[in-house]
């Protein structure tokens, strides 16, 4: 498997660059997620970084490469919106009930 050695900008990894596997288009993954443990035993921390140009090219010119940013929203952005999903359902929300059901 190919690597490429990627830059990540801002958050707990700003300034380092990291060796990220490729895929079969020879691209690194859209959004890279980094579990970090928590000190106290619970559940790890995800970072999420999203990948972007590296700079902006002149028209023709090759491509100069990628970066990943820092997402601090985290996997709130990356979601498949396919016409037939369903929307997300918000907490408290009664299934199959209609808006004015709640007020009656």
Same mark, same amino acid.
């Given at each position: 498997?190919?690597?490429?050695?990627?830059?990540?900008?801002?958050?707990?990894?700003?300034?380092?660059?990291? $060796?990220?596997?490729l895929?079969?288009?020879?691209? /690194?993954?859209?959004?890279?997620?980094?579990?970090?443990?928590?000190?106290?035993?619970?559940?790890?921390?995800?970072?999420?970084?999203?990948?972007? $140009?590296?700079?902006?090219?002149?028209?023709?010119?090759?491509?100069p490469?990628?970066?990943?940013?820092?997402?601090?929203?985290?996997? *709130?952005?990356?979601?498949?919106?396919?016409?037939?999903?369903? /929307?997300?359902? *918000?907490?408290?929300?009664?299934?199959?009930? *209609?808006?004015?059901?709640?007020?009656?």
């Amino acid at each position: 498997m190919k690597s490429e050695n990627t830059p990540f900008v801002g958050g707990p990894l700003d300034g380092r660059v990291l $060796p990220v596997l490729l895929g079969m288009t020879g691209h /690194p993954p859209k959004v890279y997620r980094v579990p970090v443990p928590d000190s106290a035993g619970g559940p790890p921390t995800v970072l999420v970084y999203r990948r972007v $140009p590296a700079a902006q090219g002149r028209k023709l010119a090759l491509h100069p490469g990628w970066k990943y940013e820092f997402d601090p929203e985290g996997d *709130k952005g990356g979601k498949l919106k396919w016409p037939w999903s369903k /929307p997300e359902t *918000k907490p408290g929300a009664t299934p199959g009930a *209609k808006p004015d059901d709640a007020h009656e």
